[in-house]
């Protein structure tokens, strides 16, 4: 595979993963998803899950073997953090009897949780080095 095609699905995972922020924090802060925001997720999820595997080292064939095991790891720690807080939202928000807060706020803060956190994850791993 070509570098100019390894840079265009980072690029595109890059992009999809702002966007899929920019709509998020749109989700919390007006408490909709109505228009053409629905749309916008949609294609930042689409860009974002098109070079994802590439951004962390996970396509076939594997060139190294650390990346591919950061990548991993990265993935691992970013989705056990969405699950921890899907079950804070519902705990403390769904049943919490206080402050409700609608299913838009909730998506949006799962969308900003999940692009962040495996960006994040994958950024620190790589500068720690090797995972075990």
């Avoid at 930042?44 to 962390?56: D, H, M, S, V």
């Avoid at 073997?65 to 403390?92: K, P, Q």
Wanted: hydrophobic share 50%; glycine share 16%.
């Amino acid at each position: 595979m070509s570098v100019s095609m390894i840079k265009a699905r980072t690029i595109s995972m890059v992009l999809g993963g702002g966007l899929l922020v920019a709509c998020g924090i749109l989700m919390v802060l007006e408490d909709t998803i109505d228009g053409i925001l629905w749309l916008e997720v949609l294609l930042g999820l689409g860009l974002f899950g098109g070079g994802l595997f590439e951004y962390l080292g996970l396509r076939q064939p594997l060139k190294d073997e650390r990346v591919a095991r950061i990548g991993t790891r990265a993935a691992t720690y970013s989705w056990y953090s969405i699950l921890v807080m899907v079950g804070f939202l519902g705990m403390v928000y769904g049943m919490g009897g206080g402050h409700k807060i609608s299913m838009s706020q909730a998506t949006g803060v799962v969308l900003i949780t999940m692009v962040v956190s495996i960006m994040l994850f994958n950024w620190y791993l790589g500068r720690k080095g090797d995972v075990e």
